[in-house]
């Protein structure tokens, strides 16, 4: 292809356009100096977001806010006039609950379907399949969002008799819907990296292929499997816009699948329009920007972790 | 807004055809009119029919909340905002430090907020004191039949609050309004993004009760009358009650200026004032001033 | 692979006894067989209904949505600016805002996505760095999207003073898509031959040259897939512009080429997806259709831009040579 046409253009010299070549060619230090510092560019950008989210937080963390009483109370009332109080108690669990169930619900499905579209599936259907999920994962989240909050609500109600439609119930079901396509896609890139002579040993031992999924696949892929839970639970915490219209946001701890939650991405994105730039609120709603940031990166860098111990093992 | 590139033309750009230029149209006024949500409806509303009327003026119309349109009003971002509140006393301060100036209100209409509930609901009336023992957070009420709501005719018998988020203009309006000041509102009520919103999910909620301007009114939910003391006879919110003040949550719609406004933009509030201005109120669903004539 | 056909079961174990009798088939799969191969079946058959149900409640989701938005889905809905405040007309100004958003954005983070992916697979050695540099795309591509709202807040909105901008909106989506194009040109370049390299090397020619003349024009394919699935997803997505850049409404003259392309870098803009997230919390009066006719439209512009990629990737795969 381009590789032998463009090897006779480097080297033929009497051609136009030799000039910017040579040019590109002697300004190579510059070049990779460029190169090497968009590289270095992703760990700029992860110490920014920190520093910027940090600053404005500052007002909040120094002074303002008392840490135990952030994450230990469930009072969360930022415009009282007479005291305002911020605690994230009630936002906390209302994310980890709504993951929770999202991942109940996303797991079982997750792997499921990374099972049969890797092992069970072949040719057109195995790429048709692969394609769809590709294309799921696409959705906008705030497609996802209205969704849940036109067509989900009414059903929930119409089908348990909640007394609201907008509740953990819905977020779980939304958010399992939006973080398959990541589990799916990640536990089949797993799977597919379990070597084939497994495989063909189990067959020829007399194994079902049932039997090597479970006996053979899912422990020599166990380590790509969970980062693909990992991914899944920390797209599902971080999502927004979703969460926000289809949970309700009701600041309390649930009592039940059928109640209203808050979670911590929801309650930034509904109130900080709202605040006065500068002020308390807002600062703390960068402090719980800041407490996503942190929870996130570790998810992230456990599946980073895990990864690495699949490696390590292969090796 | 002096320097706008083109933005069709930074495409060009890319394609090595650069070109910015200057489109600020030297004979047209340009007025930024910026804040609550509340009031964007009727701000667009007004500057639509203005700028029909006189075209060298045309006056852009933003949302964001009543915080954002004072905040950008200090900063000099805008020359109106429009608020659903009052300015509090440390946002004055901050217009007359930063602007040497007083904050100039004017105001341009008045809003009901209506009760709403789900069109299923026998309820037809609901006093103040039982709005804020649903709502304040010493009340009490939680149930529908404590308000004579015969039990399973809404599927539940707990009353689903839809309250607005913490920090919007309505929020503050309806917890001063209602509960009385230096109260705060009962934790665990539903937090609706916007006044479209909290009448939308009455209407797919059968159990809830919620708050929002009597403009936003369709046809599946039901606005109740409010009395102030229980046993009193409800007052419906219509434009008389709430311009004669028997309607107790109704709030004025506020433009704020620094300083007198002079040129344009005191004749676009002019406008707003005269009857012309007042008349959309009217067709949008707020309330107008009470006409001189 | 071998065994992904279905029809042939594993042969019979030569230890298992013969089975007496005439009548009998002396290759009849014994009971243990017959249990396996029942399970075995069972399985696969949970195996693709659990498949089926996340792909056939999303499909009837969007074909209902789709069926909703039918009556309005016209020319002039995509092409009319909003009216009647936005109540009526269409979706154009919208439309223009997410499409400069992503634009913008790709014209920042695609030389530096693409040069990051470079260095990562051409120049980076396996040490600490190159860990923690592949540990900080991760991150990035893992950081919930509000938090990168805030990051936009605190860095381009205040701190380079950019205002709440259609630039500072750009830049917040820039650095949220990063890591797409990163990741997806390290895998595009991991894709050329070792080999290819090595000749062009051994043909005297820099570490730049080779990069210049072999291995980028031969991984063209994988980058350009890398840069669709960004456009994609700065398209769709809504918390990082939601303070700072996207609002509510933006005026748009009612006539004039200016009525086509409403914004300048330092305004604010409108976009598709704060467009339906208004709509169907703030703005009264509007119809539902106006509602599923906006989030149908943002969906197949995602989907259709991601079908794109997929096409591509197919077509450039089909055309490889090594």
Redesign the interface.
Known sequence: ???AR??V???NTRRPGVAWRVV??RA?PL??W???L??????F??F??FF??F??AVPALFGGVNLIEFFTS?????????RPEYGIL?LLVGTVSVTALAMAIAV??GL??A???SE???GKLKEI?K??????A??????W???G???L??II?WAT?A????NLLNGGIILA?MS?PII?SVGEDALKAVP?SY??AA?SL??????I?YRVLFPAAKNGLLAAVL?GV??A?????AV??CT?????IPHGLLD?I?TL?AT??????????GGM?YSV??MI?LV??LI??A???A??LVVKGVRNEQR | MSLRFNLILFCLLLAVLACGCDRSRENSVAIRNEGSDTMVNIAQAWAEQYNQKHEDVSVQVLG?????GI?SLIDGNCDMANTSRKMKPD?MKIVREKRGDEPKEFIVGYDALAIYVHKRNPLESISMEELADLYGEEGKLTKWFELGVPVGTL??D?I?RINR?????T??YFRKAVLG?????K???????GSKDAVS?VS?????IGYSGMGYATDDVKILKVSRRRGEPGVAPTVANARSGAYPITRPLRIYTIGEPAGPVKEYIDWILSPEGQEIVLQLGYVPMESNE | ?A??SNSIS?PP?PLAPLPKGEGRNPFAPSALEKH??I??T???W???A??L???V??AA?LG??FVKALPVLSFSFLFDNPANRMTAGGIWAPLVGTFFLVLISLAAAA???I??G???NE??RDNW?TR?????????A??????????G???FV??AGMGRSLLAASCTLA?MT??VI?TSTREALAAVPMS?RE??WN?G?????TI???VL??SISGILTGVILQV??A?????PI??TGAVFFMPTPPHGWESFFPYGLDDYCMAL?MH??TL??QVRGVS?EY??GT?VV??GL??VV??AS?VLRGYLRS?K?W
């Not at chain 1, 968009?38 to 760990?43: K, N, V």
């Not at chain 1, 007394?163 to 907008?166: D, H, K, W």
């Not at chain 3, 398209?235 to 918390?239: I, K, L, P, R, S």
Request: proline share 4%; with cysteine; net charge neutral.
């Open positions: 292809m381009s590789n463009t090897a253009k480097t080297s590109l060619d190579e070049i990779e460029i190169i090497r968009c590289g270095w560019s992703a760990i950008f992860v920014a977001i910027f989210v600053w404005e469930t009072r969360w009332q930022p415009s009282s006039e007479v009630a079982p499905l499921g379907a099972v049969f579209i069970f599936c072949s399949l394609i769809v999920i590709e294309l799921l696409a959705i906008p989240s705030i497609v969002g209205f969704v909050y036109m067509v609500g009414p109600i008799g007394a609201v439609g907008v819907l398959v799916v084939d495989r063909e067959l007399g194994a079902s292929r049932w039997e999924v991914l920390g797209r915490i971080g999502e927004t816009m926000l219209m309700g946001h009701a600041v309390q209203p808050c991405t930034i994105a509904s109130e900080l329009g709202e605040s006065v730039s609120h709603l960068f920007g996503l940031f996130t990166f998810v992230n860098l599946a980073d | 964001g909340g009543s915080g954002v905040a946002e599927g539940t707990k689903i988020q913490s920090g919007s203009g929020y503050f000041k230096g109260k705060d509102m934790l665990g009520s539903i937090g609706a993004n999910l797919r909620t059968p159990a809830a | 692979m065994f992904h594993p174990s396996k191969k399970k075995e069972a399985a696969q949970v195996l693709a659990i498949t149900m996340l792909v409640p999303v989701i209902y949505l030389p530096i996505g040069l990051a470079v260095y990562l120049y980076a760095i923690s540099i592949n540990l900080a795309v991760m991150n990035l893992g950081v919930p999207s509000i938090v990168h709202g805030l990051f807040v605190g860095a205040l701190f650095v990063l890591p990163v290819f000749a062009c043909m020619a820099t570490r730049w040259q210049r003349t072999i024009p031969n994609s997803r398209a769709g997505e809504t918390a939601l303070f997806s339906l997230f169907a919390t539902d509602l599923y989030a943002l969906v995602v989907l991601n079908s997929i055309r040579k």
